[in-house]
């Protein structure tokens, strides 16, 4: 049965010659034992359709994209005694120079991530509904340092600049990765075979 979601995507994907390549691809990962569940940050929508696909699998394990080593704060974090909005703090100082080269009398690197988490969040959702049922969370994301290492070994940008593209003066700016997903080919045709002037508003009208 022929969705908005899937005419837009019929109609994006029309005359691409990739269409085939990205169908074998999305089957390739389908067809794995693990069950994917791809989401958007703070989106209700995702959180409601997570809770009900983790009640209906009741999973013994799930793989959480969140910095590694955050795992035994996650039980406090969903603690009936914590009310959300809350987040995550993780930091990282470079005591041992790892980042970037030492000069005379220069202070350790010291960097900072925070992730927030709303009543709404599929994150939040995630790991209460995964603690709830027994199942254990592990934390799939590099920590701080890794995460910051990752990039300065892929772009040779300065850990300090990244640091302060995440300041909150910067908080509402996407992440390179992300802003190179949101303004993809793909997402720009689907939201025009939808009608819409941009991916956001068509998520927004089509999934929120």
Same mark, same amino acid.
């Given at each position: 049965?022929?969705?908005?979601?899937?005419?837009?995507?019929?109609?994006?994907?029309?005359?691409?010659?990739?269409?085939?390549?990205?169908?074998?691809?999305?089957?390739?990962?389908?067809?794995? /034992?693990? %069950?994917?569940?791809?989401?958007?940050?703070?989106?209700?929508?995702?959180?409601?359709?997570?809770?009900?696909?983790?009640?209906?699998?009741?999973?013994?394990?799930?793989?959480?994209?969140?910095?590694?080593?955050?795992? /035994?704060?996650?039980?406090?974090?969903?603690?009936?005694?914590?009310?959300?909005?809350?987040?995550?703090?993780?930091?990282?100082?470079?005591?041992?120079? &790892?980042?970037?080269?030492?000069?005379?009398?220069?202070?350790?690197? &010291?960097?900072?991530?925070? +992730?927030?988490?709303?009543? %709404?969040?599929?994150? +939040?959702?995630?790991?209460?509904?995964?603690?709830?049922?027994?199942?254990?969370?592990?934390?799939?994301?590099?920590?701080?340092?890794?995460?910051?290492?990752?990039?300065?070994?892929?772009?040779?940008?300065?850990?300090?600049?990244?640091?302060?593209?995440?300041?909150?003066?910067?908080?509402?700016?996407?992440?390179?990765?992300?802003?190179?997903?949101?303004?993809?080919?793909?997402?720009?045709?689907?939201?025009?075979?939808?009608?819409?002037?941009?991916?956001?508003?068509?998520?927004?009208?089509?999934?929120?």
């Amino acid at each position: 049965m022929a969705t908005p979601i899937t005419t837009a995507i019929d109609a994006a994907l029309a005359d691409a010659p990739e269409r085939e390549r990205v169908a074998a691809m999305v089957e390739a990962v389908l067809t794995e /034992p693990l %069950y994917w569940f791809p989401l958007r940050h703070h989106s209700p929508t995702a959180a409601h359709l997570l809770r009900r696909v983790i009640e209906q699998r009741k999973p013994k394990l799930l793989l959480l994209e969140a910095p590694a080593g955050v795992e /035994p704060l996650l039980p406090h974090v969903v603690d009936r005694q914590t009310r959300p909005p809350v987040a995550i703090y993780s930091s990282f100082r470079d005591d041992q120079f &790892q980042l970037r080269a030492q000069t005379d009398g220069e202070e350790p690197l &010291q960097l900072a991530s925070w +992730y927030p988490l709303l009543p %709404y969040s599929p994150e +939040y959702v995630a790991i209460r509904s995964a603690l709830a049922s027994g199942a254990q969370v592990v934390c799939i994301d590099l920590p701080q340092a890794g995460q910051q290492a990752a990039r300065l070994a892929r772009t040779g940008a300065d850990p300090l600049a990244v640091d302060r593209s995440q300041s909150p003066d910067n908080a509402n700016s996407l992440a390179p990765e992300d802003a190179l997903l949101a303004g993809s080919e793909l997402y720009r045709r689907l939201a025009e075979a939808a009608g819409y002037r941009h991916w956001d508003e068509a998520w927004d009208s089509l999934f929120e």
